[in-house]
């Protein structure tokens, strides 16, 4: 099994900065990406960036210039750092991770969720 936790998040003013982290522990072989979602009341879960081994980077329209998005491999985390943050931006912020797992006997992926954190953009 594994786990990722978040942190970071809070309240803050319009034109601030926030930096969500996010560190996956457990039977982890490798991590192939690793990424945030958001979501708004009354609205669907969105992605908001990703990062993916041998790939790159991927960021929402919305978020691009503003959000960036890092990994630190040696210690599985992946943080999101906000600036210039907008009530628009406010929502609940999921960690999402692709795993390898060893089961004892094969190997195996599977995607896991953080139980998300709050950010509100408000004056």
């Known amino acids: 099994q594994v786990q990722l936790v978040e942190s970071g998040g809070g309240l803050v003013q319009p034109g601030g900065s926030l930096r969500l982290s996010c560190a996956a522990s457990?039977?982890?072989?490798?991590?192939?990406?690793m990424g945030w979602y958001r979501q708004a009341p009354g609205k669907q879960r969105e992605l908001v960036a990703e990062?993916?081994?041998?790939?790159?980077?991927n960021y929402a329209d919305s978020v691009k210039g503003r959000f960036t998005i890092a990994r630190d491999n040696a210690k599985n985390t992946v943080y999101l750092q906000m600036n210039s943050l907008k009530p628009e931006d406010s929502a609940v912020y999921y960690c999402?991770?692709?795993?390898?797992?060893?089961?004892?006997?094969?190997?195996?992926?599977?995607?896991?969720w953080g139980q998300g954190t709050q950010v509100t953009v408000s004056s």
């Open positions: 999402n991770a692709l795993v390898n797992s060893y089961t004892g006997s094969r190997y195996i992926w599977n995607t896991y």
């Open positions: 457990g039977n982890i072989f490798s991590i192939s990406s």
């Open positions: 990062n993916e081994n041998g790939v790159g980077t």
